[in-house]
């Protein structure tokens, strides 16, 4: 966990099927408790929300729409997004973005919304 740089090839890591869509994970809190980063192909997400990690979205293609909370924005490549812990949100459309978590997201750190 302490080391001073890692490099990771995105191309030779496989994506997991996650609630937001199918996920490229380069950076976990298993890496660094600073922050996780994600390439996530995202379709249709369930609403969610995380108790202690802040998430900042950036479109890099496609588009879509997201919830957060009772709002609704218009996704497209080049929009970013930083949402607070604790938002409910979800995305829909067919888009993927750059995420980032801070600090690292922990296992067990989602929690739907009906």
């Known amino acids: 966990m302490n080391r001073p740089f890692l490099v990771k090839d995105v191309n030779r890591i496989k994506p997991v099927v996650c609630p937001c869509g199918l996920s490229i994970r380069p950076i976990t809190i298993q890496d660094t408790l600073i922050a996780n980063l994600h390439i996530t192909h995202i379709k249709n997400s ?4 995380h108790k202690n990690c802040t998430e900042f979205y950036y479109i890099i293609e496609g588009k879509g ?4 909370g009772d709002k609704e924005i218009n996704l497209y490549p080049g929009i970013a997004i930083m949402i ?3 938002i409910p949100h979800r995305g829909y459309g067919d888009f993927k973005a750059v995420i980032f978590g801070v600090p690292a997201m922990e296992p067990g750190d989602e929690f739907f919304v009906k």
């Not at 729409?65 to 957060?68: A, F, G, S, T, W």
């Open 46 to 49: 369930k609403k969610h929300y």
């Open 65 to 68: 729409k997201m919830e957060l």
């Open 84 to 86: 607070n812990k604790g």
